[in-house]
């Protein structure tokens, strides 16, 4: 299979093989698609996880906060909680 590199991309691959960072153009496209494969991976893990939230938010649990002062309690509060947990583990 042949690739043809985009006109404007063709320097900066010039410049990657330049730097011994690659032999070829073969390896620098191998590179890209491996990091692409790997964001694609990050991207569904990341998905998974917000989704019980997303669901959450569906079903009506959300918690809606309109002003910065809501914003700020709502923060101080996990803060706190967050402050008693630390020390009920660390006494005991």
């Not at 996880?49 to 939230?53: G, L, S, T, V």
């Given at each position: 299979m042949t690739v043809e590199i985009p006109a404007e991309l063709q320097p900066f691959v010039d410049q990657i093989i330049h730097s011994g960072s690659y032999n070829s153009e073969a390896e620098v496209v191998g590179g890209a698609l491996r990091l692409l494969q790997e964001r694609q991976r990050r991207v569904e893990e990341l998905r998974r996880?917000?989704?019980?939230?997303l669901d959450q938010l569906n079903r009506g649990e959300g918690i809606e906060l309109n002003t910065e002062e809501e914003l700020r309690l709502f923060f101080e509060d996990i803060k706190n909680r967050g402050q008693q947990r630390l020390q009920a583990e660390q006494a005991g």
């Open positions: 996880e917000i989704q019980p939230a």
